[in-house]
């Protein structure tokens, strides 16, 4: 394939996947200006390495592993401490449930992306694995204490 037919079929595919990118990005996060750098290099990583895509059929799974990625890379350098008030207000995981958006904000952000990819994008456990460079087991352990967990917070509250 060309370089122009190339170029304009990533820009679809970056185009269909712009809203997955931003909700994982975003459970991992939790800051909108840190989601927009992480997706920005998420997306250049991509395109330079296109090449190295044996198969276009899995470059949205592709690519939100390069984005996960990105995500914890800026974690581990900016370790930031986020206050409710800091998160984008607008955005609430398409959950309205304030009480909902503040027990998956107390996750780590592991299991906010386990979380996010199993409910909200629709992946297998199978498929979180090889995102996440993690055994099946670990993922369902993931869900099953982020659910504990959430559980928990949100029962507190009602009592």
Same mark, same amino acid.
């Given at each position: 394939?060309?370089?122009?037919?190339?170029?304009?079929?990533?820009?679809? =595919?970056?185009?269909?996947?712009?809203?997955?990118?931003?909700?994982?990005?975003?459970?991992?996060?939790?800051?909108?200006?840190?989601?927009?750098?992480?997706?920005?290099?998420?997306?250049?990583?991509?395109?330079?390495?296109?090449?190295?895509?044996?198969?276009?059929?899995?470059?949205?799974?592709?690519?939100?592993?390069?984005?996960?990625?990105?995500?914890?890379?800026?974690?581990?350098?900016?370790?930031?401490?986020?206050?409710?008030?800091?998160?984008?207000?607008? !955005?609430?995981?398409?959950?309205?449930?304030?009480?909902?958006?503040?027990?998956?904000?107390?996750?780590?952000?592991? =299991?906010?992306?386990?979380?996010?990819?199993? !409910?909200?994008?629709?992946?297998?456990?199978?498929?979180?694995?090889?995102?996440?460079?993690?055994?099946?087991?670990?993922?369902?352990?993931?869900?099953?204490?982020?659910?504990?967990?959430?559980?928990?917070?949100?029962?507190?509250?009602?009592?």
């Amino acid at each position: 394939m060309n370089k122009t037919r190339t170029d304009a079929w990533f820009a679809r =595919e970056i185009e269909a996947a712009e809203a997955s990118m931003f909700r994982v990005a975003f459970a991992i996060l939790r800051n909108r200006t840190d989601v927009e750098d992480a997706t920005q290099s998420a997306i250049l990583k991509a395109y330079d390495r296109l090449g190295t895509l044996a198969d276009r059929k899995i470059f949205r799974t592709w690519l939100i592993r390069i984005l996960k990625n990105e995500c914890f890379d800026i974690l581990r350098s900016r370790r930031p401490i986020i206050a409710l008030d800091d998160c984008d207000p607008g !955005y609430e995981m398409q959950v309205p449930d304030l009480d909902l958006n503040r027990a998956f904000d107390t996750l780590s952000p592991e =299991e906010r992306l386990t979380v996010t990819l199993f !409910y909200f994008e629709g992946y297998k456990t199978a498929e979180i694995a090889k995102l996440t460079d993690v055994s099946e087991g670990t993922v369902r352990s993931r869900l099953s204490r982020a659910r504990a967990s959430m559980k928990s917070i949100l029962t507190e509250k009602e009592q």
